[in-house]
């Protein structure tokens, strides 16, 4: 598959390719996360796969709301 930006079918969108600014800034700005937030995600998933990265971040946002939250919790209880 080429990387011409003339043609963004389906199949462009199903991939993440980090090795393409243009991809990058779409991908971050999707995501509305840094490019080395992306790349990390890309690395949990195991797969540059937008569906399987989606997931990996979104268990992230997840993992670190639950974290913020017990710890502000556990900071009121201590008050």
């Known amino acids: 598959m080429s990387n011409d930006l003339d043609k963004k079918g389906f199949q ?26 992306l790349e990390e995600a890309i690395d949990a998933a195991e797969s ?18 639950n974290l913020h939250t017990n710890q502000a919790e556990n900071n009121q209880m201590l008050s």
Do not use: C, D, M, P
């Not at 969108?13 to 490019?35: D, H, P, Q, S």
């Open 48 to 65: 540059n796969l937008a569906s399987e990265v989606q997931k990996a971040l979104s268990i992230r946002k997840n993992f670190n709301y």
């Open 12 to 37: 462009k969108r199903l991939r993440i390719n980090t090795n393409e600014n243009y991809e990058v800034a779409y991908w971050t700005n999707k995501f509305g996360v840094t490019k080395e937030q």
